[in-house]
C-alpha cells in the first residue's frame, strides 16, 4: 500500500523559513518523480515544484522560484520542500504526490501538512 | 494560467452531470494527458481519469473522460451521494512547465 506522510508544517512568521518533509513507503520511491502542490484555505490546487526520480530535474511553479527548493533523499525515502521568504500567501496546506509519470497525472497523495504564514 | 471549469454542477441521484475544462493548443489541445482529480472537504484529492479517459483501479466506470479540441470533459453517470465533491482538471503543458490546474468546479448532488 501506497502511503505518503507529510511532517513539517506550523506557524511562521513573514520572512521566515520552513522545511517540509514527506516519508514515503509501498513503492520504488527512486523510480518515481514526486510534487508538492498546495491549496490556500478555500482555494484551488496549485502545483508549487516536482523532482524527477533521480533528483536531476525540478520545476518550480513562478510564484515560489527562488524561494523554494525541492529535494530528496531516497536512500531514505524521503521527500523535502525548503521554503524561505515565506508571506502571507504561502499559507495553505501542502500537499506531497507521488507522480504517475514525469510532468503528468499524480496517482497517490499524502494528507497534507498546513503552513500558516502570520506575525 | 489555470484552465477554466464551471464553478458548480448538479445532478439528482442517478443522473449524470458532465464537467468542462477549457484550455488552450499549449496545455489541453496539445496533448493526451489531461487527469481529473476529486476533492472532498478537509481530504487528499483523488485521481480519477487521467490521460483524457483511464481510470484508475478502483475508480467506478461511472466516471468517464474525453476531450475535443481545448476542452476536456468529466462525465459521473448514475450520480451518488458519495459523488458529491469539488473537481479538477489538470493537464500537461509541456516539459518546460509545470502542469496547470483548472479552477474547480463543486458538484452538488440533489
Known amino acids: 500500500e501506497v502511503q505518503l506522510l507529510e511532517s513539517g508544517g506550523g506557524l511562521v512568521q513573514p520572512g521566515g523559513s520552513l522545511r517540509l518533509s514527506c516519508v514515503a513507503s509501498?513503492?520504488?520511491?527512486?523510480?518515481?518523480?514526486m510534487s508538492w502542490v498546495r491549496q490556500a484555505p478555500g482555494k484551488g490546487l496549485e502545483w508549487v515544484s516536482v523532482?524527477?526520480?533521480?533528483?536531476?530535474?525540478?520545476r518550480y511553479a513562478d510564484s515560489v522560484k527562488g524561494r523554494f527548493t525541492i529535494s530528496r533523499d531516497n536512500s531514505k525515502n524521503t521527500l523535502f520542500l525548503q521554503m524561505n521568504s515565506l508571506t502571507a500567501e504561502d499559507t495553505a496546506v501542502f500537499f506531497c504526490?507521488?507522480?504517475?509519470?514525469?510532468?503528468?497525472?499524480?496517482?497517490?497523495w499524502g494528507q497534507g501538512t498546513l503552513v500558516t504564514v502570520s506575525s | 494560467s489555470a484552465l477554466t471549469q464551471p464553478p458548480s454542477a448538479s445532478g439528482s441521484p442517478g443522473q449524470s452531470v458532465t464537467i468542462s475544462c477549457t484550455g488552450s493548443?499549449?496545455?489541453?489541445?496539445?496533448?493526451?494527458?489531461v487527469s481529473w482529480y476529486q476533492q472532498h472537504p478537509g481530504k487528499a484529492p483523488k485521481l480519477v481519469i487521467y490521460?483524457?479517459?483511464k481510470r484508475p483501479s478502483g475508480v467506478p466506470d461511472r466516471f468517464s473522460g474525453s476531450k475535443s479540441g481545448n476542452t476536456a470533459s468529466l462525465t459521473v453517470s448514475g450520480l451518488q451521494v458519495e459523488d458529491e465533491a469539488d473537481y479538477y482538471c489538470?493537464?500537461?503543458?509541456?516539459?518546460?512547465?509545470?502542469?496547470?490546474f483548472g479552477t474547480g468546479t463543486k458538484v452538488t448532488v440533489l
Open positions: 490521460e483524457v479517459n
Open positions: 489538470s493537464s500537461y503543458a509541456g516539459n518546460d512547465i509545470l502542469c496547470v
Open positions: 504526490a507521488k507522480q504517475k509519470q514525469w510532468l503528468k497525472a499524480v496517482d497517490y
Open positions: 509501498g513503492f520504488a520511491f527512486s523510480s518515481y518523480a
Open positions: 493548443s499549449s496545455d489541453v489541445g496539445g496533448y493526451s494527458y
Open positions: 523532482i524527477s526520480g533521480n533528483g536531476g530535474n525540478t
